[in-house]
């Protein structure tokens, strides 16, 4: 008997044992029926989940808006060009690993040794936990291949410092509405990399929510990100949970009105019920910010 067969048949019999040792039901008659997944139908669906996961962490981080929709990336992003994140082996993510996809995404370092700069959102990509940062990578890792052949801009000057290195991330409870908001919202979905001021490159976050940074949609109009803390009585403070929802997802503010497209709102709109219900709830939480 292999590995895999005597341990079903050590979990079989262990599990029939206890159930002999139970009182038998009141009914007369108890059918009791004991099924053993096999081992490699659960890492299967494990997996299938993993990627799942992942594919949802990419559509609401709106990876698609710098690096385009099927991640072939070529998009000009300040001063930067994005790269292609596919699974293609000489210009993408094809000849990397799980773990070196994680490394970039946190700590901001390529298998080469070089840095991964802004507008990439290492910054607060660094609290992905474990969890998610795999899924991400086993996601990104299975993406069709785009071959490309454009050439990314060059860069100077020093890397931005991020801090220590990132080892690990625990997850993050569901059940902490407020910490998982948090998450969602600055973590995963860049919220706070639109919405926050800016010192030396990098995010304020003493003054998280305050806006003020300068943007120009996909049709050509400009914008200025909002002050979106309970700071600010003209903002969504004085929205309806409802009416943030569909400003976030839909793009339309109460009155009507379309807000500029710099917002990716079709990957918001894959938001999970629950997780858009969290992303709210933390942002009635910040500091309020005056406007100025």
């Given at each position: 008997?292999?590995?895999?067969?005597?341990l079903?048949?050590?979990?079989?019999?262990?599990?029939?044992?206890?159930?002999?040792?139970?009182?038998?039901?009141?009914?007369p008659?108890?059918?009791?029926?004991?099924?053993?997944?096999?081992?490699?139908?659960?890492?299967?669906?494990?997996a299938?989940?993993?990627?799942?996961?992942?594919?949802?962490?990419?559509?609401?981080?709106i990876?698609?808006s710098c690096?385009?929709?099927?991640?072939?990336?070529?998009?000009?992003?300040?001063?930067?060009?994005?790269a292609?994140i596919?699974?293609?082996?000489?210009?993408?993510?094809?000849?990397?690993?799980?773990?070196?996809?994680?490394?970039?995404?946190?700590?901001?370092?390529?298998?080469?040794?070089s840095?991964?700069?802004?507008p990439?959102?290492v910054?607060?990509?660094r609290?992905l936990?474990?969890t998610d940062?795999?899924?991400?990578?086993?996601y990104?890792?299975?993406?069709?291949a785009?071959?490309?052949s454009?050439q990314?801009?060059?860069?100077?000057?020093?890397?931005?410092?991020?801090?220590?290195?990132?080892t690990?991330?625990?997850?993050?409870?569901?059940?902490?509405?407020?910490?998982?908001?948090?998450?969602i919202?600055?973590?995963?979905?860049?919220?706070?990399?639109c919405h926050?001021?800016?010192?030396?490159g990098?995010?304020?976050?003493e003054r998280?929510?305050?806006?003020?940074n300068g943007?120009t949609?996909?049709?050509?109009?400009?914008a200025?990100?909002?002050?979106?803390?309970?700071g600010n009585?003209?903002g969504?403070?004085?929205w309806?949970d409802?009416?943030?929802?569909?400003?976030?997802t839909?793009?339309?503010?109460?009155?009507g009105?379309k807000?500029?497209?710099?917002?990716d709102?079709?990957f918001?709109d894959?938001?999970?019920?629950?997780?858009?219900?969290?992303?709210?709830?933390?942002?009635?939480?910040?500091?309020p910010?005056?406007?100025?």
């Amino acid at each position: 008997m292999g590995g895999k067969a005597m341990l079903r048949e050590s979990i079989r019999r262990t599990v029939l044992g206890i159930l002999a040792a139970l009182p038998l039901a009141a009914s007369p008659i108890a059918v009791l029926t004991l099924t053993v997944l096999p081992l490699a139908a659960t890492g299967a669906r494990a997996a299938d989940d993993q990627i799942a996961r992942g594919k949802y962490l990419v559509t609401i981080g709106i990876c698609g808006s710098c690096h385009t929709p099927n991640l072939a990336g070529g998009r000009k992003v300040g001063n930067l060009v994005s790269a292609n994140i596919t699974s293609d082996n000489a210009s993408g993510l094809g000849g990397w690993s799980e773990q070196q996809i994680v490394e970039a995404l946190r700590n901001g370092k390529r298998p080469d040794g070089s840095d991964v700069r802004p507008p990439m959102g290492v910054f607060f990509y660094r609290d992905l936990t474990d969890t998610d940062a795999h899924a991400i990578a086993a996601y990104l890792r299975q993406v069709p291949a785009v071959p490309t052949s454009f050439q990314r801009a060059p860069v100077s000057g020093p890397p931005p410092k991020f801090g220590a290195t990132v080892t690990g991330v625990p997850d993050t409870p569901h059940s902490d509405k407020l910490a998982y908001g948090r998450y969602i919202a600055v973590t995963v979905s860049h919220c706070m990399q639109c919405h926050t001021p800016r010192v030396g490159g990098l995010p304020d976050m003493e003054r998280m929510g305050a806006g003020g940074n300068g943007y120009t949609g996909a049709d050509g109009r400009t914008a200025v990100s909002a002050n979106i803390t309970p700071g600010n009585p003209g903002g969504i403070a004085g929205w309806t949970d409802a009416q943030v929802k569909q400003a976030i997802t839909k793009g339309v503010r109460p009155d009507g009105s379309k807000l500029v497209p710099v917002m990716d709102f079709d990957f918001y709109d894959q938001m999970t019920p629950q997780d858009l219900n969290a992303l709210v709830g933390f942002l009635r939480s910040l500091k309020p910010v005056p406007p100025t």
